[in-house]
Nanobody, 114 residues
Framework: QVQLVESGGGLVQAGGSLRLSCAAS????????MGWYRQAPGKLRELVANITRDESTNYANSVKGRFTISRDNAKSTVYLQMNSLKPEDTAVYYC????????WGQGTQVTVSS
């Protein structure tokens, strides 16, 4: 069974940090581009960051210098370290796996208070 299971969301004050984790089924991790997306209320889902199997990374301009995506291939897990959080980072964050397929996690809420 294909699974993407996110964890690590929560409530944090502006300026704080959170680390999101996404544990994936091995079959959809090893060769995949793994990504984090987010969707705020009333807004479209947007790419936050992604990372290829060779660990090339790509970030949305709004998070560059504050967020870091990484992957642990041995654990089939992708991480998103979020520092210097802002209230506008508040959203549901989704893990995604792409590689000729397109799978999504259930989402984890991140709320940043001002």
């Amino acid at each position: 069974q294909v699974q993407l299971v996110e964890s690590g969301g929560g409530l944090v004050q502006a300026g704080g940090s959170l680390r999101l984790s996404c544990a994936a089924s091995r079959s959809i991790f090893r060769f995949a581009v793994m990504g984090w997306y987010r969707q705020a209320p009333g807004k479209l889902r947007e790419l936050v960051a992604n990372i290829t199997r060779d660990e090339s990374t790509n970030y949305a301009n709004s998070v560059k210098g504050r967020f870091t995506i990484s992957r642990d291939n041995a654990k089939s897990t992708v991480y998103l370290q979020m520092n210097s959080l802002k209230p506008e980072d508040t959203a549901v964050y989704y893990c995604n796996s792409k590689g000729g397929w397109d799978y999504w996690g259930q989402g984890t809420q991140v709320t940043v208070s001002s």
